[in-house]
């Protein structure tokens, strides 16, 4: 008491809490029953002033009163006290004595109360009756309640029973717990054989299926006779089964039909992940490898994984080249499952407000299969697959090789429509080339007979046409030469697919026909049908034509629609050509027609006597030969040949001097035209020898022109009276002539 005194000095300078401790020691000392009822008195009126002062409180358990002597009643006082935010481990241990001492009055797991059994399971201060009172209230428990297992679990490492164990696992499925800390629990409660509901399907989807680890054989048991998981826990089971079929036994005999039934159901549903793709490659490969399998699975087998490194990326957009469109794959938990079956593809990140990224955002790829490796298995079940055949076929289209392994399937992408129609074009004239030079004509002319003309590059359209004119295909070589031009399509080829036109009577006067023979032809490639076509139908220039007369020598044809075109042509244009005079012997030799050869030989005389050109004397004995046929000839044929023959009167024969006296009698008697070489032929003609008698002046001019001499007598009086005009007659064609009689 003096120590307490001494210490404390005056108490009633105390605060409340001090206050009630310093009374509280006094009772300790004075031992007087009485003096502790009235300090118990006065404590609890402070208490009354200060109800949430638990450090008050507490002392009023150590005093006389109702908590001395009923524990409910101190038990509930207690909890009062800790509801109401005291977290003492003081007043917990109050808590604990009490339910060690009467576990029964623990009825309910509530929030203060699993404080404090939480504060006993880490003490280690749980009689084993509160542990099983605690453990049957939570076995009742009907929500999942985190802090009942902060209970429970100390319990169970303290005491390990498996009615603990059995509500730890009850607790955590109530709470769907799938994590890594109840996967220990529910590892425990299966190894006890527990007879909890879906307590073996929490175990596997608490395991982590990143990692290989053991299933236990009590699981596998219970998951061959039904397996209801979640697809991803499925194939990580029925992986790990395969996996260890040698050592599990006849179990697996009891899960490989329910493992064949789920394959194929995700083989056809297209889902793939690491465990699908063992799953296909060790049980449908090898015990299920049916056509339609195979077909299915040529279409995963390319597939592969990408993980995106952020949240924000939505969208994987994998770019090929070879296809039309690209390919786009939705992300989810930060992963795409993607078609890539080339090295030459290009890979786009797309976020959430559309932008694309390339090679600015991070992300991996898991390939699943080696395809090549499959290549043996697929070909013969696969035809009918585009990511297989795009494969087969190589990704570089520049080192492209087309082989007997892939022709087929380079066949199958040329007709598709999915793949860019540059590509197509590649392929088809890679197939053309190949089937062509292996001979093998069925295929090539299967080809050619579905090929359009704008399906083919322009640097292969001559290749093409040859190959056509090759198989028989002469219309449609034709109709692509028709639509590209034949200037890169070489002449032979031309020739080839024209004379089986020709030979099928297909084409008939056709000038863009016959201008692509006539191209063949100054490429110095022809034949005889082409050349006799290019004879009736080919009407181009002038020396175009003389050069296909040309060319005729060489063969036994009909020249005369040629030779008669030719000579129309110079008498329209006035064009001069070489081997004119043979042209025109040969038409005549062939017949010629009266009226052709008539104003053929009306130009030439024209040429030669208006103009002076100079002309071969095949015209003249083409007067002749008129002449001979019909005495009625055109006045500039006459006049041609007397000027012709003027230079020539010593070598004239009889038929030819008759000639000469019947033209300058008509001319001279009946027409009135008079020339100076008509005075030439005064030997063999009356009215030759009467104009010799004459002098002549000539004056040549454009024929509508009038002309007037003036001239003078010799011997008139030379004033400019003396000059005499007159006009000069208009003989032929501006050929103006004077005539005097001089003495």
């Known amino acids: 008491k003096w120590l307490l005194d001494q210490s404390i000095g005056n108490p009633e300078s105390l605060e409340d809490t001090r206050y009630c401790y310093y009374l509280y020691l006094t009772c300790l000392y004075n031992g007087d029953e009485y003096y502790s009822q009235q300090i118990a008195d006065k404590i609890t009126a402070i208490y009354k002033k200060q109800p949430d002062n638990w450090r008050i409180g507490w002392l009023l358990l150590y005093l006389p009163g109702e908590f001395t002597r009923n524990d409910s009643v101190k038990w509930n006082f207690v909890m009062q006290l800790i ?52 453990v049957s209230i939570a076995a009742r428990t009907k929500e999942y309640n985190k802090d009942i297992l902060k209970v429970l679990m100390p319990l169970y490492e303290k005491q390990p029973t498996q009615e603990v164990l059995r509500v730890i696992c009850m607790q955590l499925m109530k709470g769907e717990r799938c994590d890594k800390e109840s996967f220990v629990w529910y590892e425990r409660g299966i190894r006890e054989n527990l007879p909890l509901t879906k307590l073996y399907e929490n175990y596997m989807m608490s395991m982590d299926i990143r990692r290989e680890q053991e299933i236990l054989r009590n699981a596998l048991m219970y998951f061959s006779y039904q397996c209801a998981l979640p697809g991803e826990y499925t194939e990580y089971l029925y992986h790990y089964v395969v996996k260890n079929r040698e050592n599990i036994g006849d179990l697996y005999e009891v899960y490989a039909p329910q493992i064949g039934r789920f394959i194929i159901k995700q083989l056809y549903a297209g889902k793939i992940n690491s465990n699908l793709a063992y799953l296909y490659q060790e049980v449908l490969l090898k015990e299920m490898a049916t056509p339609d399998n195979i077909r299915q699975f040529a279409e995963i087998v390319f597939y592969n994984r990408i993980c995106v490194a952020d949240d924000d990326i939505v969208n994987v957009i994998v770019l090929d080249d070879r296809i039309k469109t690209e390919m786009l794959y939705p992300v989810t938990g930060r992963t795409a499952y993607v078609l890539l079956f080339s090295n030459e593809h290009t890979i786009l990140l797309e976020d959430v407000s559309g932008n694309r990224y390339f090679g600015t955002r991070e992300y991996q790829t898991e390939c699943y299969f080696f395809p090549r490796r499959f290549i043996p298995l697929l070909s013969e079940h696969a035809k009918d697959s585009i990511p297989y055949n795009l494969f087969v076929c190589g990704d570089n289209k520049e080192l492209f090789a087309l082989t007997s392994k892939n022709a087929d399937r380079c066949r199958y992408l040329a007709d598709s429509e999915l793949l860019e129609e540059d590509y197509r074009e590649q392929l088809r ?22 090929l359009e003309w704008n399906q083919i590059p322009a640097k292969n359209r001559a290749e093409v046409v040859k190959y056509l004119s090759i198989h028989g295909m002469y219309e449609k070589a034709y109709r692509f030469t028709l639509a590209f031009g034949p200037e890169n399509v070489e002449a032979k080829t031309i020739v080839r697919f024209a004379r089986g036109l020709i030979e099928e009577n297909v084409i008939t006067g056709d000038d863009e026909f016959t201008c692509m023979l ?92 208006i103009r002076d050109r100079v002309v071969g004397e095949y015209v003249f004995t083409g007067v002749e030969s008129l002449y001979g046929r019909n005495r009625t000839i055109p006045f500039v044929c006459m006049l041609a040949y007397l000027k012709y ?17 019947f033209f300058l009698e008509f001319l001279y008697t009946q027409k009135n035209i008079i020339m100076p070489f008509f ?30 001499i003036h001239y003078i007598v010799s011997g008139n009086d030379e004033d400019e009276n003396g000059y005499v005009r007159e006009e000069m007659k208009n003989m032929y064609g501006g050929i103006f002539v004077k005539e005097f009689i001089l003495f």
């Not at 032929?681 to 030759?688: E, F, G, L, R, W």
């Open 518 to 609: 006539y191209s063949a032809f100054e490429r110095g490639k022809y034949n005889q049908e082409v050349l006799e076509y290019l004879v009736r139908h080919y009407k181009g220039l002038s020396k175009n034509l003389r050069n296909v007369w040309r060319a005729t020598a060489s063969f036994d044809l009909d020249t005369y629609e040629v030779c008669e075109r030719i000579l129309l042509q110079i008498l329209e244009t006035g064009a001069y050509i070489g081997d004119e005079e043979d042209i025109y012997r040969s038409y005549v030799e062939s017949g010629a027609k009266t009226d052709v050869n008539r104003a053929y030989l009306s130009y030439k005389s024209y040429e030669y006597l």
């Open 429 to 450: 004239m890679s197939l053309l080339t190949y089937y062509f030079e292996q001979d093998d004509n069925a295929n090539l002319e299967e080809v050619l007979s579905v």
């Open 645 to 661: 023959y003027s230079a020539k009167t010593d070598a004239l024969t009889e038929e030819q001097k008759e000639m000469i006296v």
């Open 83 to 134: 509801q109401q935010g005291c977290h003492s481990p003081v007043m917990y241990l109050e808590a604990l004595i009490l339910l060690n001492r009467t576990p029964s009055m623990l009825i309910h797991l509530q929030e203060a109360t699993l404080r404090i059994l939480i504060f006993g399971a880490k003490m280690q201060y749980l009689s084993d009756e509160l542990m099983q009172q605690v």
């Open 679 to 708: 005075a030439a032929y005064k030997n063999i003609s009356d009215c030759a020898r009467e104009i010799a008698d004459h002098v002549m002046i000539e004056y040549r001019c454009n024929p509508d022109s009038s002309v007037v």
